[in-house]
């Protein structure tokens, strides 16, 4: 809930006062480009791609001035939700995380230093499916920086070396299906090439 054109296309206040937080266990990472298997609990799983920073400091209430010292490398990845389970979870009052952290619900692409994808505030990324982009956005557009966004987390939870931190998705999110082959950019660079199954 990052991005007021995300929040728009699936009906949320756009008043947000702090940025909204959810958390995926380690069962939820999916990496090195294998392959999503969609699981059999869901219909509606849907793709959200997302700006992924690595922490690679220890950190605990950490100041937003300090916060760009908290990570150094970047990726694009996608935070796949169970868009059947969200509705239903959402709408009994419960925690949402069942349709948000499932396993391998957290897919991310190849690290790169943080300098090699320039102004932490003007990145912009996208996503393929078989060859077509279906989603594209661009860090100035976040409601709340990076760096917000870590200083905020730490205030809550201590921040430990290889967290990752997805940061929001644009509008633009969608259905996958089996056999669709799935590329994500930041910039032109592909980061992220995996197949569903």
Not at 79 to 103: I, V
């Amino acid at each position: 809930m990052n991005y007021a054109n995300h929040n728009k296309e699936m009906h949320h206040s756009l008043e947000l006062k702090e940025p909204a937080i959810f958390m995926k266990s380690d069962s939820s990472l999916l990496k090195d480009g294998k392959p999503f298997f969609i699981p059999d609990f869901s219909s509606e799983i849907h793709y959200e791609t997302e700006l992924v920073v690595k922490i690679d400091r220890l950190g605990k209430n950490i100041a937003e001035r300090f916060a760009h010292r908290y990570y150094n490398e970047v990726t694009v990845g996608i935070d796949f939700t169970a868009r059947d389970w969200q509705r239903r979870l959402r709408e009994a009052g419960m925690p949402w995380e069942l349709s948000k952290a499932f396993d391998n619900s957290a897919v991310t692409g190849s690290f790169i230093p943080k300098e090699q994808a320039g102004d932490m505030q003007a990145i912009p990324f996208h996503l393929d499916i078989n060859g077509e982009t279906v989603q594209a956005g661009n860090t100035a557009d976040m409601l709340f920086t990076v760096d917000q966004i870590v200083a905020y987390v730490s205030r809550f939870f201590t921040l430990k070396i290889g967290d990752l931190i997805f940061t929001g998705t644009p509008a633009g999110v969608g259905p996958v299906k089996i056999d669709d082959h799935l590329q994500g950019y930041l910039g032109q660079q592909k980061l992220l090439d995996f197949y569903v199954r």
